[in-house]
């Protein structure tokens, strides 16, 4: 059934409001997937925190024009699902390279990070960035390391000195 006039004006006003505050897009060509593989794609894209939306490339272009990810725009050709990561620019990434694993209808075409367009074949970068919590732990680790070598190295004199101690003591014993 299509859609009226009103209908297109929202969906294009709920994706635009989406594309303004994402952090990475990717438009993926579902062409040839049954719904129940569409629905279990939707599934795990909610659990990620996920925008995910099949639309017609007509009214995406629209939607995407004045955001970030209006590069896109000439990559939106064939049926396109077009999936936003709200918050972990990977996420996205995650979910779709995942489902196109296992699902070869799934073809990804573009994907967008901060206004740069990059090819369907690089998913596998983003997809690989650290989340939210992997990142601070992961700079926690490199602030962590010098304090740690430097408690090490204040307490090494004391270590040696006790090990000198003990050694004599221990040649003492020996010798009695």
């Not at 794609?41 to 659990?47: C, E, M, P, S, V």
């Not at 995650?94 to 070869?104: G, H, L, P, Q």
Request: charged share 25%; proline share 3%; net charge positive.
């Amino acid at each position: 059934m299509p859609l009226k006039l009103a209908d297109k004006e929202l969906v294009v006003a709920e994706v635009a409001k989406i594309a303004a505050t994402a952090q990475s897009a990717i438009a993926a060509e579902y062409r040839g997937m049954s719904v129940t593989a569409i629905t279990s794609l939707r599934a795990k894209a909610r659990q990620a925190d996920v925008y995910l939306r099949v639309i017609k490339n007509t009214l995406a272009k629209r939607a995407i024009a004045d955001t970030s990810f209006a590069c896109m725009s000439d990559t939106l050709v064939g049926p396109i699902v077009l999936a936003f990561s709200l918050n972990d620019p990977g996420a996205a990434a995650r979910v779709i390279s995942e489902f196109a694993k296992t699902n070869d209808k799934l073809k990804v075409k573009s994907l967008s990070v901060g206004g740069q367009l990059l090819d369907g074949k690089d998913i596998d970068k983003l997809a690989t960035l650290p989340t939210y919590d992997q990142a601070i732990s992961m700079l926690m680790s490199v602030i962590q390391a010098p304090i740690t070598q430097l408690v090490r190295t204040m307490a090494e004199p004391h270590a040696k000195l006790v090990r000198t101690v003990a050694a004599v003591r221990d040649s003492k014993q020996e010798a009695a």
